[in-house]
């Protein structure tokens, strides 16, 4: 019976920490002109296997490459990878490239070592790695959600000050989440989540922080419906307009996920 009881704590406290595991992020936003979009899928096909070799490593847990819309040479960017970590100080010191070439041979056995380096090379050549993130997850709805391929998400770039992080992230939970939540249980959307960014951070800086929703597809995107005055009160309404008034909303994307490594 002590066996069993033992067994069962290390159970219930080895499913407390997975719970627990906080989930950072590497945002890279990039620019590719119309004339190299071709280059630029055979760059990131290339490096979707290097990736994949870096998930059985170790060294990250997760990369995506999503299409950005719109993404006219005019906006912005038209492609972000994001780059997934257990580990904040692995994603901040670059230990995690440590073993590229050494993955890059697993991915590519038959390709030579002066042929990888070339090719890892050229990469830059086929886009401009415009703006790079480092953030964290404070906050997701629960659910059981497959990200495959072909997912949609609506991300929501959010400028928050310094002094008001606090007040806007306990107003995204205690009030935005659960409305989320519902529509995420309805089967209105897929998951949201709430990101913080890490570095760069301060006055100059576009955004703070970013809300993403998930869909299954742009359907489920495009037919979201969510009722942000449904049971409210006169409280809950106030709490509501004062956690809009805490952020300004800079720019949303839609982005579709056309590669992912796990």
């Not at 038959?110 to 993130?133: C, G, P, Q, W, Y």
């Amino acid at each position: 019976m002590k066996n069993v009881l033992i067994l069962i704590a290390l159970v219930i406290v080895g499913n407390m920490a997975i719970a627990q595991e906080k989930l950072y992020l590497v945002f890279e936003f990039m620019q590719v002109d119309n004339d190299q979009e071709v280059a630029y899928a055979e760059t990131e096909e290339f490096w979707e296997k290097i990736q994949a070799q870096r998930v059985k490593g170790g060294d990250i847990t997760g990369w995506d490459l999503w299409a950005l819309s719109p993404g006219g040479e005019q906006q912005g960017y038209q492609y972000l990878t994001v780059t997934l970590y257990n580990d904040p100080v692995k994603m901040m010191d670059g230990s995690s490239w440590s073993k590229l070439m050494e993955r890059a041979k697993a991915a590519y056995p038959d390709m030579s070592e002066a042929d990888l380096e070339k090719k890892l090379n050229h990469s830059s050549s086929t886009r401009d790695l415009a703006v790079r993130i480092f953030a964290e997850e404070i906050a997701m709805t629960k659910g059981d959600f497959d990200m495959s391929v072909g997912t949609v998400a609506q991300i929501d770039m959010m400028k928050v000050g310094l002094m008001d992080y606090d007040s806007y992230e306990k107003a995204e939970m205690e009030i935005f989440q659960p409305i989320h939540q519902k529509a995420v249980d309805s089967g209105g959307k897929a998951n949201w989540g709430l990101i913080r960014i890490i570095s760069p951070i301060g006055s100059d800086t576009y955004a703070s922080h970013m809300t993403v929703s998930m869909f299954k597809d742009y359907k489920q995107a495009l037919n979201q419906n969510i009722d942000w005055s449904e049971g409210a009160t006169p409280a809950s309404t106030k709490a509501m307009q004062d956690g809009i008034g805490l952020r300004d909303m800079k720019y949303v994307y839609m982005a579709n996920l056309i590669r992912k490594a796990r």
